[in-house]
């Protein structure tokens, strides 16, 4: 048995979902992963990376989804609240 194929990849960092320190596999720590399944993780965490694809998701939601995806990123009438 080899630990390199055993193991998850696993280390401390900043979760890419809730930017919380953490012990994170693939930037997504594991209390994310629980609270919102891996997809939605992923899905984070490629928003906050990548402006233009963060664009292309916003532009496809409806706007009660729009409201929701603003609100986790801490957007409040016009400020948004940076980390």
């Known amino acids: ?10 280390a401390i960092g900043r979760c890419a ?9 693939h930037q997504i ?14 899905l984070i965490a490629r928003v906050r990376r990548e402006p233009d694809f963060a664009q292309a998701c916003f532009e496809r939601m409806r706007p009660e989804h729009r409201d929701r995806l603003l609100a986790w990123f801490g ?8 980390p």
């Open 1 to 10: 048995m080899s630990l390199r194929t055993s193991l998850p990849v696993t």
């Open 17 to 25: 979902a809730c930017l919380s320190m953490a012990a994170v596999e």
């Open 29 to 42: 720590c594991h209390q994310c992963r629980r609270r919102f399944g891996d997809r939605f993780a992923v």
């Open 75 to 82: 957007y409040r009438e016009g400020k948004l609240n940076e």
